[in-house]
């Protein structure tokens, strides 16, 4: 895991006339996800971002645990497929985190929140580039766990494995033999973070999910709002619980998922009372309003300041939201002031590296910016459907093409427009590391190493098999990369790490706009 120190059909054309500008935009209802409504069908489909976009996609079938379905991947078959039992559960399906065995929960909810918001903002144009079928298959796979890891109202199972073993072990999936144990949240062991985050996915899910299947659509939204009461009314870092996880996904706050969960059943039910809490005293106490932010696994509040600006933007549930107008306002200020630290000629633009890269962190360097661009590239179509076409950033102006523009650099630069002249998106391009760390991969499918494969993670030769898909790390501040195996800093890739690119390539698929309401 990578260590955690801190996304045949009815057409309709509609005429949206915005600031005396008649515009025609073409709508499609999508049948096969995307949350109901009507959504832009791309007038042109971006091929590079289509293709980057297939590739990224596939590393959720890599990181599949449990009996496959469908099994695309050749080196990859059954594994873990026993999980759960020892509560009489069945915990086999979820992805494993990164090159490891474990499943991580809260990462894990954070991968399919982001792929369901990818969905729901840019189905129609995944749909376009004929990619949707296979987000929406990566999402169930995970949302089918994490049903059945909430077993009732106040118990989530929030980890299959033993970390300490697993990174003991270098094996193949489909080999390993080591226990797996459960880990779970109660009443008496809370971790409200990885319980709203968990809230958040099924909400989230559960648009998505409304117009192809309704039953399955009711049921996530029942384990939401059973969720995010547990959540709240047991206060706690689940790694205040599990001091022991703390080195893996040490949480920093459960604030912000708190927020954010209110945030994503506000936009599932239309719940006035969800949209108060974020706009209350809770959002005055645990949203930081007014200092920008950096977008992660770990902190929600830019996601959640950008997606409750959306309810500013449209008014998009058609709620009574005058009560809540001030504490909006707020949000999508902040929001705004998160843009701006990202537009390079902003005067507040955050420091990025000579290659054009936004730079935060130095493990995994590769999350903030790619988050920090899907959220721009949301916010941007935000901007153009509504006619808000303009950005204040002190006394600078800049529009929804800036946004994009940010975006799109951050894209390129993934896709191998840096110094390096390296894809750090594996399988794309022709040149990608060769040498990602991760077990799977590493080993060769027809090999048993038992527990003791080190031979094959201190091998320098190139991997076996390509985990097309992953999304490594990425470079220093200085744009350079080392291809090592054991450079875990840089060549490790993570689920959620994929769900993020595939929300920034699907936002980039075409110029189009964003239906104006997820329900």
């Known amino acids: 895991m990578a ?31 995307g949350g109901g409504g009507d959504r832009p069908v791309p007038g042109s489909v971006d091929h590079k971002y289509a293709e980057a976009l297939a590739v990224a996609l596939q590393f959720f079938q890599v990181q599949k645990s449990g009996k496959l379905v469908k099994n695309e991947i050749p080196w990859r078959g059954d594994s873990a497929v026993d999980d759960g039992q020892a509560a009489g559960l069945d915990l086999s399906r979820g992805m494993y985190d990164a090159g490891d065995h474990i499943k991580f929960g809260f990462p894990l909810a954070f991968t399919a929140t982001m792929l369901s918001w990818s969905v729901l903002e840019y189905g129609g144009a995944m749909e376009a580039a004929k990619q949707r079928d296979s987000a929406l298959d990566a999402l169930r796979w995970i949302m089918d766990y994490l049903v059945n890891a909430h077993p009732a109202d106040d118990v989530l199972y929030i980890q299959v494995g033993d970390p300490e073993a697993d990174h003991k072990c270098w094996e193949r999936p489909e080999t390993m033999s080591e226990k797996r144990p459960l880990t779970k949240i109660t009443a008496n062991s809370p971790g409200s973070d990885v319980a709203a985050e968990t809230a958040a996915a099924m909400a989230a899910a559960s648009l998505v999910y409304k117009p192809i299947d309704a039953p399955y659509s009711s049921s996530l939204l029942g384990h939401a709002e059973q969720l995010f009461a547990f959540a709240d009314r047991h206060r706690a870092a689940y790694t205040r619980t599990f001091p022991e996880l703390a080195k893996y996904y040490n949480s920093t706050t459960y604030q912000d998922e708190l927020l954010w969960a209110s945030g994503w059943l506000f936009h599932a039910t239309g719940n006035g009372s969800y949209l108060a809490y974020a706009t209350g005293k809770n959002g005055e106490d645990f949203a930081d309003l007014g200092n920008p932010r950096y977008f992660s696994w770990d902190d929600k509040r830019p996601g959640t300041q950008v997606l409750l600006s959306r309810v500013s933007f449209f008014a998009s549930q058609g709620a009574d939201v005058a009560d809540d107008n001030e504490g909006l306002e707020s949000y999508k200020q902040t929001a705004d002031a998160v843009m701006c630290i ?24 590769l999350q903030h910016p790619v988050a ?16 808000k076409t303009e950005l204040t950033c002190g006394g600078q102006s800049f529009s929804p093409a800036d946004l994009r523009k940010f975006a799109q650099s951050q894209a390129d630069y993934v896709l191998g427009d840096n110094p390096m002249k390296l894809s750090y998106l594996v399988g794309y391009g022709d040149s990608y590391p060769q040498r990602v760390h991760h077990r799977g991969a590493s080993i060769p499918a027809d090999v048993n190493t038992g527990c003791g494969g080190q031979e094959w993670l201190e091998s320098p030769d190139p991997n076996p098999n390509v985990a097309a898909g992953a999304l490594v790390g990425g470079p220093f501040k200085n744009d350079s990369f080392v291809d090592e195996r054991q450079n875990v800093m840089q060549n490790e890739a993570t689920t959620y790490n994929s769900a993020l690119i595939v929300g920034l390539l699907s936002g980039l698929l075409s110029t189009s706009s964003v239906a104006q309401s997820l329900s």
Request: proline share 1%; with cysteine; aromatic share 10%.
């Open 372 to 387: 920090s661009a899907f959220l721009a590239a949301v916010y941007g179509d935000y901007m153009l459907t509504s006619g």
């Open 342 to 365: 990202l537009l390079p000629d902003s005067e507040t633009a955050a420091f990025r590296t000579e290659g054009g890269l936004l730079y935060v962190a130095d493990w995994n360097s």
């Open 3 to 33: 260590s955690c120190v801190r996304g045949c059909c009815c057409v309709l054309v509609l005429l949206l006339v915005a600031l005396g500008i008649t515009a025609a935009i073409v709508f499609v209802r999508n049948r096969n996800g």
